[in-house]
């Protein structure tokens, strides 16, 4: 039997995105900002497809207009996420719905936001630390001043930089400034890539950008000399295989690419990506690929020191980690 309820790593979340949908609406009712249209009769998120998933989630972080909305946030993602059993997450977090990303306004959103996972390490024991990530659809201008509330930030919480948003718009070299801004600040760099825009949206990724790590990725399987690059690179993907398949990439988890990517000896990982938007959390993905290939222990044993050594996080944090894993 696989132990699902096992200590889990978790690569790829948006902060946002994790918002309970009680939550969002309890704020919208607070603020007379009426987001109805984005809910379900019984309460969950309601989109169509991706473009329209995008102005869902952007109506929902509407309703986030505060340091201390964002520490409720914060508080709220991190309850779901260690009651999934996760013990470490890596948070993608948006100057750009953080006070439009001004430094000054970003650096008090930042503040709450540190508060809160300091309090969730405390009371449930899950540690986070932050990608600052620039919508790729709201333009590389944006992007430079995200990279400048990076690069002013950058230190033990925050680790890295990164890029999601519509991956078809621009190409990823576009955003290279404020990738080379991040990188001299000292953050590791990740971007989505491949989940839309296909095998050369990763070649870009990976020669424009330079990440070490793919939001996604998984469409590098449709160029196999691609496919030998990000191995020889040791370059991980962080998939989320709820998430494509919630937004349709593939009809079902047996048919994603997780496993065929691993076989070939790409370091894959699993994360949750927008869990409430997807009807998903770490403890179904785990249960969903058990199901879907016949994964053990051993299985998601790997995958896990797979998301440790790529981790943005200091040595001491990896070693600790490694332990929980090993003991628990
Ligand atoms: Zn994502």
Not at 1 to 6: P, R, V
Not at 221 to 227: P, T
Not at 246 to 251: D, G, T, V, Y
Request: hydrophobic fraction near 40%; charged fraction near 25%.
């Amino acid at each position: 039997m696989n132990k699902i309820n096992d200590p889990k790593i978790e690569l790829h979340l948006h902060l946002e995105g994790g918002a309970p949908p009680s939550l969002i609406h309890q704020m919208s009712k607070e603020k007379n900002i009426d987001i109805s249209g984005i809910f379900t009769k019984d309460g969950h998120y309601f989109f169509r497809d991706f473009t329209h998933f995008l102005s869902v989630y952007e109506a929902a972080t509407s309703v986030l207009t505060s340091s201390d909305d964002f520490y409720r946030l914060t508080k709220a993602v991190l309850e779901q996420s260690a009651q999934n059993g996760v013990i470490y997450t890596e948070t993608f977090l948006s100057p750009d719905f953080c006070g439009g990303a001004d430094v000054i306004a970003w650096h008090d959103y930042l503040a709450a936001i540190k508060e809160a996972a300091t309090e969730a390490e405390k009371e449930w024991g899950v540690t986070m630390r932050g990608i600052v990530t620039c919508i790729r659809h709201f333009g590389p201008d944006k992007a430079r001043s995200v990279a400048f509330c990076a690069a002013e930030t950058a230190g033990d919480f925050i680790r890295g930089f990164g890029m999601g948003g519509a991956e078809t718009v621009g190409t990823q070299g576009d955003y290279a400034y404020s990738f080379n801004l991040a990188r001299e600040a000292g953050l590791r760099l990740t971007t989505h890539a491949g989940e839309w825009g296909g095998a050369e949206s990763v070649r870009q990724a990976i020669n424009d950008l330079k990440v070490e790590r793919l939001g996604h990725g998984i469409q590098v399987i449709e160029d196999h000399s691609l496919v030998q690059e990000v191995i020889e690179r040791g370059i991980t993907l962080e998939v989320c295989p709820g998430s494509n398949v919630a937004l349709s990439i593939f009809p079902n988890v047996k048919s994603h690419p997780i496993a065929e990517l691993r076989e070939m000896g790409v370091k894959v990982t699993v994360s949750t990506d927008d869990p409430p938007f997807f009807h998903t959390t770490m403890r179904q993905e785990y249960a969903l690929l058990a199901n879907a290939f016949k994964w053990k222990d051993k299985d998601f044993q790997e995958l896990n020191k797979n998301a440790v050594d790529a981790a943005f996080c200091d040595d001491e944090t990896k070693v600790r980690l490694l332990k929980e894993l090993d003991t628990e």
